[in-house]
């Protein structure tokens, strides 16, 4: 090497290690601002038991989106304003009954129906039950078996994967398009096993999709352990001596009018440039929507708030995205990727924080090169390090950042990765309440989040 090159290699060294000083050191102020004149655990106390479930449409939905507002307003961001939607207004109506009926004995179960299904006839549904583990498994059964019955999906959580997103994934097929699915071979109605590795008498909600091709038939969640109890039951009787009767009054009004809540601090040297990062308002109706999403939330206004507290004043603009209908509809998601196609914002970077207020492990990628993935965790890793959340991998976003993939092509989406282990045992049901969440693990996230947006900004990926 010639000696000009040397030196001018180890200025380079020089300069690229007192960058990551610096930013080593910014990292270090914004743990300790999150951690110790932290807001987001206070706030979520208020969205959790001052507004409590806000469901798409509901009146609690809108309570939200005016509280979203004036929060971010009072911190004093340089702009909040709201992004109009319409999304669908679906209402659970009175709580469900479920029987498993055994001769003469009424055996009750813990349901809940599916979001966005469909009631039954006002005096319940009974009929035999056929016990499936896959979809496949109802079109090889087929008419002549499943004809009449209530299809009962009963595949359990695969406990071999070590983060239970996959495991979720993997499952969610039979409450997403089982229904339909059991429509076709005219099934009366469908019961799933709650999409969970916990063994409890929850039974956890969540969207089913209906297709055009097949009749909507009404569809409920059973807790696991009901489940089990129902499936060891049809295996010592053999159907169809074993029924099972259940009872909703669901219903989708018209659709509604809401709103997306928008923070944003806008950047010093390109104001049209945004990193973006949000959570979804809405939540399902059992509960109080705390870790999912009440924490993503949170954490997306803390991250912003952290920066105001601070003084720091990023280059490009900041935004923290409250989205609406993420849970049954995604349209606070569509219409965000829509209008900032619409007013020509360039999206360098979107991260959605919607796994649960976790202790934050780090960060996926979604579709980068694996040369790309390598030089993040070259140039970011050993910042993360410090703080137990430097997993810098390949991997999902979240659906309510995902329609920019579309609409801003080039843009970088980003899903934090917290810790997944509990996650499902609460996920869509009546436990996911305020209590559950842990102060620093909330705070530690909402730091970590900070922290990769201050990256962004300063350096770009
Ligand atoms: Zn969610």
Known sequence: MKKSLLVLSSL?????????????????????????????YQNLHYLCKNIGQRLSG???????????????????FDKVFLQEVMVPHWERGV???????????????????????????ANGITASVVEVHSLAEVAELGEKVIKGKIVFYNRPFDPKFIETGTAYGTAGDQRRAGPSMAAKYGAVGVIVRSLTEANDDYPHTGTTQYTDDAPKIPAAAISTKAADKLSAMLKLRKFPQAKFFFKQSCRLLPDAKSYNVVGEITGTENPNKFITV????????????????????????EV????????????????AVLFMNEENGTKG???????????????????????????PRGFSFEGLTADKIKS?????????????????????????????????????????RPDSQRYFDIHHTPNDVFENVNKRE??????AIASLVYLIDQHGL
């Open 12 to 40: 380079f060294l020089i300069i690229t290690s007192a960058s990551a000083q610096t930013d080593s050191v910014v990292m270090r102020k914004i743990f300790d601002e999150a951690l110790v004149n932290g807001q987001c």
């Open 278 to 301: 949000g959570g979804h308002l809405d939540s399902w109706d059992l509960a109080e929507g705390a870790h999912d999403d009440g924490t993503g939330v949170m954490q997306s206004v």
């Open 333 to 359: 998601g569509l219409k965000y990727a829509e209008l900032a196609a619409q007013n020509k914002e360039q999206h360098i970077a979107a991260i959605e924080s919607d796994e649960g207020g976790f202790t």
């Open 58 to 76: 509901s009146a609690n939905a809108q309570k939200a989106v005016d509280w979203g507002k004036k929060l971010m307003e009072g911190y004093g």
């Open 304 to 319: 912003l708030r952290i920066f105001k507290a601070l003084g720091w004043k990023p280059k490009n603009s900041i935004r």
């Open 95 to 121: 709580k469900e009954q479920g029987y498993i009926i055994d001769g003469a004995k009424k055996i009750p179960v813990p349901i809940c129906a599916l979001g966005m299904a469909v009631a039954t006839p």
């Open 376 to 416: 993040i965790n070259k140039n970011y890793k050993a910042l993360f390090e410090p703080y137990e959340a430097d997993r810098l991998v390949i991997g999902g976003s979240g659906s309510d950042v995902g329609p920019l993939k579309v609409t801003m092509p080039g843009v970088t989406l980003i899903g934090f």
């Open 442 to 447: 909330l705070e530690l996230g909402a730091a």
